[in-house]
């Protein structure tokens, strides 16, 4: 990979860090604690436990993905970045363009993707 196209991806990555950190999933309290000012009846209820689900899934997606970031940003340190992980092929601009934190080529990241829809059919 040229040089400038690495710098474009890094610039890319911590652009990205900074959203998910500026972001309101990670900085936001209201959802943590439910107000007891008024009684919700059940169907308010009911929504503030959707509610929670929801945020608690977007937050948890959020650092998944400042993980994956971090380990982006770490791997450019080290000169692995761009690299397969299960085969060490090049990963491709295009794809890292795309998704800069990705750290499988296509083919491998479709094998993963099976797994995981594999895992969830059968629990
Ligand atoms: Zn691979």
């Not at 107000?35 to 959020?62: G, K, Y």
């Not at 491709?92 to 094998?111: M, S, T, V, W």
Request: aromatic share 4%; glycine share 4%; net charge negative.
């Amino acid at each position: 990979m040229k040089q400038e196209q690495l710098d474009e991806l890094k610039a890319k990555l911590i652009k990205m860090k900074e959203e998910v950190l500026n972001g309101s999933y990670l900085t936001s309290k209201e959802d943590l604690h439910v107000t007891s000012d008024d009684l919700p009846d059940e169907a308010d209820l009911a929504t503030n436990v959707i509610n929670q689900q929801v945020s608690f899934n977007m937050r948890h997606r959020e650092l998944t993905k400042l993980r994956a970031i971090d380990e982006a940003l770490h791997r450019i340190e080290n000169g692995t970045y761009g690299e397969c992980e299960e085969c060490g092929d090049s990963i491709g601009f295009k794809r890292l363009n795309n998704q800069p934190f990705a750290n499988l080529c296509i083919e491998h990241a479709e094998e993963a993707e099976r797994e995981q829809m594999r895992f969830l059919k059968h629990g």
